[in-house]
């Protein structure tokens, strides 16, 4: 079975501060993608990248960076959080450019107070 | 823009009844997926639908596609309270859009 581990289930943090969210895949996938999830709005694609040391903006990327060293790994990182940006950030990943079912890890639920 | 629209957004029956749920978009794809999400936890495969016509059946849910119409259905068959849930459905090439999902609640 495919596994997308996200580092924390819950974080709280104040206004201002550098938060990373980390994302592990262990199935060799090409893609990984962040979203965050909000009440009516479904899903919203943040970043996602093909490979190691690429990144694409999705639909909402402002306040948001990522990172992709190694192939495994995708973390997202909000520079200077605030409060709009608390939210379920969800993580996943998907085989290869054009084939999509994505995978997801467990979700983060981010507090920014 | 690809814009993928899902109705009804709440959906609340009683055990043993059928309904189906919707799910149009905006421009041409022949891929479209289906998840579920329990509260609380992340969201998890129900169906990939990779071709006009396509149909596929698990327990009490069918899903199928129609690529000249865009719009998918997920048919729901003597619903029973164990698939209380919000079910997705999703479009796309290398990335995907969601729907805003679809909040189903099964009352005894």
């Known amino acids: 079975d495919v596994k997308v581990t996200q580092s924390s289930r819950y974080l709280v943090k104040r206004t201002g501060e550098k938060v990373f969210l980390e994302c592990v895949q262990d199935m060799d996938h090409e893609n990984m993608f962040w979203y965050r999830q909000d009440p009516g709005l479904g899903l919203r694609l943040i970043y996602f990248s093909y490979d190691v040391k690429m990144k694409e903006k999705g639909d909402i990327p402002e306040g948001y960076s990522v990172s992709r060293e190694k192939k495994e790994r995708f973390s997202l990182i909000l520079e200077s959080a605030s409060t709009n940006q608390t939210s379920m950030y969800l993580c996943?990943?998907?085989?290869?450019?054009?084939?999509?079912?994505?995978?997801f890890g467990q979700g983060t639920r981010l507090t920014v107070v | 823009e690809l814009k993928v629209e899902q109705n009804p957004l709440f959906l609340s029956m009683q055990e043993g009844k059928n309904y189906t749920i919707y799910c149009n978009y905006s421009t041409t794809s022949d891929r479209l997926y289906w998840y579920r999400q329990d509260p609380g936890k992340s969201l998890e495969s129900l169906f990939v639908?990779?071709?006009?016509?396509a149909v596929k059946q698990e327990g009490r849910l069918m899903a199928s596609l129609d690529t000249k119409a865009r719009l998918s259905t997920l048919h729901i068959t003597a619903a029973v309270h164990d698939l209380s849930a919000t079910y997705f459905c999703a479009v796309g090439g290398s990335r995907l859009t969601f729907g805003e999902g679809t909040q189903l609640t099964v009352n005894p």
């Open positions: 996943a990943s998907s085989p290869e450019r054009g084939y999509t079912e994505a995978f």
């Open positions: 639908l990779l071709s006009n016509g």
